[in-house]
Each structure stands twice: as structure tokens, then as C-alpha cells.
């Protein structure tokens, strides 16, 4: 596995790769990794010719007060666990070169970003869209991975790279769980013992939903969200953030379920300093 920190290193890297007409598969991260992020490294192994990981753990998507500077960061271990799943190029930009002194310029996509996580985070998904359309420019893969437990941000990115016709096919990849239906996530290590055996809840909460909607028929969306949220309220340790229930591609709350439509419920929970997100989707028949 190549390590490089420059766009240089990089295009002088996978010049040859380009000439061949290699595919390129790449998965943006910020570190952290875990089976969640080597899910979508082994979908891109086994999807393409040539595997491009990045860390880069992005101030831009982090608010004043968030987690940036206490983000979990593990990279001997990252490298190791990316070398053994055979990326080829491993890229870790620095901040200062990613955003030197006179950046400024920001991708806003703007709908999508202000619902669910927007609303409590309003600079986050602009950050996110940033970053990652700087690093499609880097990287110029034909195929970008991402985890569908980041529902809002694949809908972002997808967007993004419709509307700038940036030339890359997104996939993305089903969440990776813990036995007990945790969604993993770098910010479960923030989690003391008590509030990691109540946060299993939350799928749980999500799975309750699901077999209202498919098993019992319910189609009234509000209710739905209303039960969602009281049985978030009642995890011990928890502070709900939102549980909303909306359609999957805009984003917007929906009053009624839709045959043919699909739904999705969708959460953010606070267990001390660890803002864990999950989600669902929902089809009536
Ligand atoms: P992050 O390092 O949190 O920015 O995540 C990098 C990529 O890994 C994003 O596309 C995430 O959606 C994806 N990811 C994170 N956690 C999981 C998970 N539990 N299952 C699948 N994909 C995930």
C-alpha cells in the first residue's frame, strides 16, 4: 500500500492506472476504521481494478463546540487494517495543504442539507460536500463508496455530483452492525458502558417502527414519529436529538406512508458527548 500525503504523489501514482483505463474505486474516511468502514474498502476490492482509501478528518464539517479536535484518531492501527484489507493508495492530506491560507470557497446543496442533521448542525453537510468534491478532484475515481448509515450524506454527495455533473458513479453500502444492532460508528468509543448498553435501543427503536409500517399496516407517518420518539426518550442516559420520518429521496417529513414510496426513519440520540445517528427504510405494500 502506497502512503501519500499530495494531489502530486497521488495523480503521479495512479497516472499509469488512468492510462490502462483501470477502474478506480475510493472510499473517503476520517479515520477510526472499523468494519463499517472496511465493508465499503471490500465492496470497492472486489468492484474495482485499483482501491484509494483516504483519512482526513475535515474541520470544515465540524461546528464550533463539536468534536473535532477529541475526534478518535487511531491511524497505526487505521493503516494496518487497510493494508491488510489490499487498498493500493492509502491518502492522508494534511489540513493546511487541503485548506491553505485564502481558502474559500464552499458547495452548499441546499435543501438536502437542512433537515435532520442540518438542523442541529448547519455548517456540516457544506462541509461534507466541500471535502469530498476537493477530494473527487484529487482522487478522479469511476466509483465512490459510501455507508448508508450516513443516509443524509450519501443524499447530499449524490446530489452534489448530479448537479455539478462531476463524472463518478456513487454505491452504496448497507451499515455494518454490533451483535446487539449498534450501528458502528468512530464515536462509540465515546460511550461509557451504561450508555453503550443503551444505545443498542436505538435499532431496536427503528426495527419496532419497521414492523408497524410492514407487519400492522400503519401508514400514519406522525404517529409513527411519535412513538419513535417516545421510545428514544425512554432509552436511559439518552437525549434525543430528532427521530423524523421522511421521504428517502428529499429528505422532507412525509404525513402518510405511500405505496411504491420509500420512506425513511431516521434518528440522532446523545449519550454524553457521543451523537450517534441511525436510520431505516420503510416501503408499505
Ligand atoms: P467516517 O469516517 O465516519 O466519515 O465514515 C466514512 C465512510 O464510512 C462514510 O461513507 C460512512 O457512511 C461509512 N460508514 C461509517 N460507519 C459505517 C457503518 N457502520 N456501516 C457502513 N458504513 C459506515
Do not use: W
Request: overall charge positive; charged content about 30%.
Amino acid at each position: 500500500m502506497k502512503r501519500l500525503r499530495t494531489p502530486r504523489a497521488l495523480d503521479r501514482a495512479l497516472a499509469p492506472s488512468r492510462r490502462r483505463g483501470l477502474k478506480i474505486g475510493f472510499v473517503p474516511t476520517m479515520g477510526a476504521l472499523h468494519e463499517g468502514h472496511l465493508a465499503l474498502v471490500r465492496r470497492a476490492r472486489r468492484d474495482c481494478d485499483v482501491v484509494v482509501a483516504s483519512i482526513f478528518v475535515n474541520p470544515l464539517q465540524f461546528g464550533p463546540g463539536e468534536d473535532y479536535r477529541a475526534y478518535p484518531r487511531t491511524r497505526r492501527n487505521d493503516r494496518r487494517l487497510l493494508e491488510d484489507a489490499r487498498v493500493d493508495v492509502l491518502y492522508e492530506p494534511e489540513v493546511s495543504r487541503m485548506y491553505p491560507a485564502g481558502f474559500q470557497t464552499s458547495i452548499r446543496v441546499e435543501r438536502l442539507s437542512k433537515p435532520l442533521c442540518g438542523a442541529s448542525r448547519p455548517i456540516h453537510f457544506a462541509g461534507v460536500a466541500t471535502v469530498v468534491m476537493k477530494l473527487l478532484q484529487q482522487v478522479r475515481p469511476g466509483v465512490l463508496y459510501l455507508g448508508r448509515k450516513d443516509f443524509q450524506q450519501c443524499r447530499v454527495i449524490e446530489r452534489m455530483i448530479e448537479d455539478l455533473s462531476v463524472p463518478v458513479r456513487v454505491v452504496t453500502v448497507e451499515t455494518v452492525r454490533e451483535p446487539d444492532g449498534l450501528a458502528m460508528s468512530s464515536r462509540n468509543a465515546y460511550l461509557d458502558r451504561a450508555q453503550r448498553a443503551s444505545a443498542a435501543g436505538l435499532r431496536a427503536a427503528l426495527e419496532e417502527v419497521r414492523r408497524r409500517v410492514e407487519r400492522g399496516g400503519e401508514r400514519d407517518a406522525r404517529l409513527l414519529r411519535r412513538r419513535l420518539r417516545s421510545r428514544l426518550q425512554a432509552l436511559p442516559r439518552a437525549r434525543v436529538d430528532y427521530a423524523h420520518v421522511v421521504d428517502a429521496r428529499t429528505l422532507e417529513d412525509v404525513v402518510q406512508l405511500i405505496p411504491g414510496k420509500t420512506a425513511l426513519a431516521a434518528v440522532a440520540v446523545c449519550f454524553g458527548r457521543a451523537r450517534l445517528i441511525d436510520n431505516i427504510t420503510l416501503r408499505v405494500r
